[in-house]
């Protein structure tokens, strides 16, 4: 299944077809591909190449583990990412190690990491879906998440199903829903907030 989009200007192939599913097939991820989509998380950039995040994993070659990891998140969520093969958690570090002072860019560079992970993903044919629905107290708890950290998104990451056959009425409008975007004069601006800059002088 694919979902085309309306892009204003031209995209990369990654960027345009990437979309987050809720259909997962409990197909298993090879051992490299799986360690090649953490080490494209390891390549993002940092400030100060801190590299604040941290990932914890759990695939359903681990039950008890990955058990633990899907009970952290909400119900809503939980009724289909625990049918991909992978479930994650990112963390990151919110002072820096170098000097102990707050990091403001912590979420943002996880977020970069988080994104660069996604579209490796993408690249090999497999699809992820990041989750602010799962409890980060419960995370912390479970997994002894040091206060230095904030949990900050779980990720489903899988291939996807061959069918909607496992989700109910309602997840199958969701995932046959087309995707959306405000355009961008909303988002891009030049010389004054509110004025557009497309394109771009
Ligand atoms: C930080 C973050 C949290 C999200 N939380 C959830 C969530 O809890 N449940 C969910 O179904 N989707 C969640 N999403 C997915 C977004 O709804 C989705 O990315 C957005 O609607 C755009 O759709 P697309 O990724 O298919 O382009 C989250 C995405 C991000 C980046």
Not at 29 to 36: D, N
Not at 109 to 123: H, Y
Request: hydrophobic share 40%; glycine share 6%; proline share 7%.
């Amino acid at each position: 299944m694919q979902k085309p989009i309306e892009s204003s200007f031209p995209l990369t192939d990654l960027i345009r077809e990437r979309w987050s599913p809720l259909a997962f097939s409990e197909k298993r991820i090879s051992p490299e591909i799986l360690g090649s989509l953490f080490e494209a998380a390891r390549w993002a950039p940092s400030s100060f190449n801190e590299q604040p995040w941290v990932f914890l994993v759990a695939t359903q070659d681990q039950p008890e583990e990955f058990r633990r990891m899907a009970s952290c998140l909400v119900e809503a969520n939980r009724v289909w990412a625990q049918r991909a093969y992978c479930l994650a958690i990112s963390c990151t570090r919110l002072e820096f190690a170098r000097n102990g002072k707050p990091n403001r860019h912590a979420y943002h560079d996880v977020g970069l990491a988080t994104q660069n992970l996604i579209l490796q993903a993408e690249s090999q044919g497999i699809a992820c879906h990041p989750m602010a629905g799962f409890d980060p107290l419960a995370a912390r708890e479970l997994f002894q998440i040091p206060t230095t950290h904030d949990a900050v998104a779980a990720i489903a990451i899988g291939y996807m199903a061959e069918n909607l056959l496992g989700l109910d009425e309602a997840l199958k409008q969701r995932e046959l829903g087309p995707r959306v975007r405000k355009p961008l004069t909303d988002t891009v601006f030049t010389g004054t907030w509110g004025r557009f800059a497309g394109p771009f002088g």
